[in-house]
């Protein structure tokens, strides 16, 4: 059973409803990665003020709106991640049945794309029996480009040299 958090990254999965998306962790122990659904509450509430604000305003309402909330969800997923973190691995992999941890014995390689104006900056991490598939978002929140800016792929990189696999890492 993982003891320490080592660091996080955020990412979005789109769900099947139409503006829905699921913000997910990935929680970096001393030994594993814990995959933890944080829900799509935040996420949905920024597209539907970005909504509201098109209605409301044309696209400087969009643009107005979803500045206005994104600072107030990252708070909240911010607050999410601290509570998390401060209650530990065990808490985090018991608080949704979705959340589950790849041990990092386990894993056979995992790769970190970079990605630009088109491609998502991705985390894939394999294992003999099975390949997870992670397009990442920035560190402040949900974007709606699929630009990581320089810091953030660094912070990415910096974290998964913390782990102690740097063996299997392999950069794209």
Wanted: net charge neutral; aromatic share 8%; glycine share 10%.
């Amino acid at each position: 059973m993982p003891n320490q958090i080592l660091g996080t990254i955020h990412f979005v999965v789109p769900t099947s409803k139409l503006v829905h998306l699921s913000s997910w962790m990935l929680f970096f122990t001393d030994s594993g990665i814990i995959v933890a659904d944080l829900g799509g509450k935040y996420v949905t509430e920024t597209l539907s003020a970005m909504l509201a604000g098109e209605l409301a305003g044309g696209s400087i309402g969009t643009i107005g709106a979803g500045y206005a909330v994104s600072g107030q969800i990252k708070k909240q997923v911010d607050e999410a991640i601290a509570k998390m973190s401060q209650e530990g691995p065990e808490f985090i992999l018991n608080d949704n049945k979705s959340n589950f941890q790849i041990a990092y014995p386990d894993i056979v390689r995992l790769e970190l794309k970079r990605g630009g104006w088109i491609a998502h900056t991705s985390i894939t991490i394999i294992t003999a029996d099975k390949k997870f598939s992670f397009d990442l978002t920035g560190t402040h929140g949900p974007r709606t480009k699929n630009m990581i800016d320089d810091s953030d792929f660094a912070s990415y990189l910096g974290l998964i040299k913390k782990t102690g696999i740097n063996d299997k890492l392999s950069l794209r």
